[in-house]
């Protein structure tokens, strides 16, 4: 048997020991994929010893077009960089990999197996999931129960996209698989790092501050590229305005909603809970439901002891319309149940782009309480433009999940900016100095 001397950075030390399920998240430069590489060499050289036969390996990928999206090329450069060929038991052919005692490591893409063509991994005992934060749920249903051999694995490599990817509910939800290990790598646990991607990750944390957390990090993607608001939350990021923010008991509470309506098809109805302290705009709570009763909008705000006493209720223009399911308006629902309700006048043509323009003006006072307005963040951090790709043409705001998170934040830009206009005119009246059509002050 070959020995192997691989020097493992010491995250994935977990990593090393027997389990049924092991997992690495994290951003580039991390050393995953090469540590699961290195760690498939060596269990096809101790197979023999293990198992009596040679290891049978499948490294998978949701969508695998061709073997330039595998990890095939990735392992054969390890195999060099170890000494393992031929005279080793390894050899390398088109489309396989060939490794001691008659083993094998194959490399397909999960969309391609059906519930019956999938039976013929059930003799492997590796399967490596590369970029794995692509996985459906359909796919990982087939290939847990397949691979059921004694001592068989699962790997999992990923740089984490969305919480709701059926991975991440898998390794960093409530109920993981029993016995799972999971590592979180970034940059800084690889001691093999190269002056390469050390340069490459301070331009993108220079360049694309907006993408770097994703791309660097591991964080979810909290931002597109190309969102309206992606500078902003980098910069409040940065600025260490998102984080932990508590309401003044003494302040008004001001609710800013997106109308859904009762229908099991309606859009999302959202909310916004914020306080206006001095100049300080503290974003304190975020509420999305879809298809609920305006009875259910009631309850979460008197949960979250935004009571009647301490709550200005600000709605779009439509508030005042009936919903579709129930002969009453949002605003007189809300007013029956006690709460003062504004509604503000339609910007008119244009009011997309307006919501959008004053939301980046008051976006540099915004403080956002995260663990509780993670959802709206979410919401602003994905609200784009809609393009015609062929034109590269701008088509305004694209209507998706994001944009209703997205509206109600607007809403509460252009109520704020109204407010600090008319103390701004009180003030002005007060001093006894009036402002000449000219802007000049007499």
Partial sequence: MSVLRIKTAKVFTPLLQP???????????????????????????????????GMRAVCVREVQ??????????????LKALGQGEPQGFKVFRDVISTPDDGIIIFKGMNDYNADSVKSLEG??????????????????MLRPTLRAAGSELW???NPRLKSDPVDKMFRGEETPTGAVVVQANWR?????????????????????????HVWEGGYVSVVAGAYYARAIAEARA??????????????????CDLGGTGARSDAFTIWVMQFVGREIRVLNYYEVVGQPLSSHVEWLRGGNYTPANVQIWLPHDGETHDKVYDVSFA?????????????????????RQRIEATRRVFPQ?????????????????????????RSLGLGPEHDWSSHGADSFGLMAIVYEDIVQSASRRQQQGTGKIKRPNGRVA
């Fill in 156 to 158: 999992f490599s990923w």
């Fill in 19 to 53: 389990s049924r399920y092991k997992g690495a998240y994290g951003g580039r430069g991390s050393g995953k994929s090469h540590f699961f590489a290195e760690k498939l060499i060596e269990d096809c050289l101790a197979a023999k010893g293990d198992y009596g036969e």
């Fill in 65 to 78: 077009k061709d073997l330039a999206q595998s990890s095939k090329l990735l392992i054969e450069s390890k």
């Fill in 366 to 390: 915004c403080w956002f309480n995260e663990p509780t307005t993670e959802g709206g963040l979410a919401a602003l951090g994905w609200y784009h433009e809609k393009m015609d790709e062929r």
């Fill in 332 to 352: 007189s629902a809300f007013r029956q149940a006690g709460y003062k309700v504004e509604t503000v006048p339609n910007q008119g043509k244009g009011a997309a």
């Fill in 239 to 256: 600025q260490y305005r998102i984080g932990k923010v508590g309401a003044d008991p003494l302040m008004t509470y001001h609710v800013f």
């Fill in 124 to 141: 492997f005992r590796r399967a490596w999931w590369e970029e794995a934060h692509g996985a459906r749920a359909h796919s990982l249903n």
């Fill in 189 to 213: 646990d690889n001691p093999w790092l190269t002056p390469e991607l050390v340069q490459e990750r301070l331009d993108d944390l220079r360049l694309h501050p907006d993408q770097y957390d």
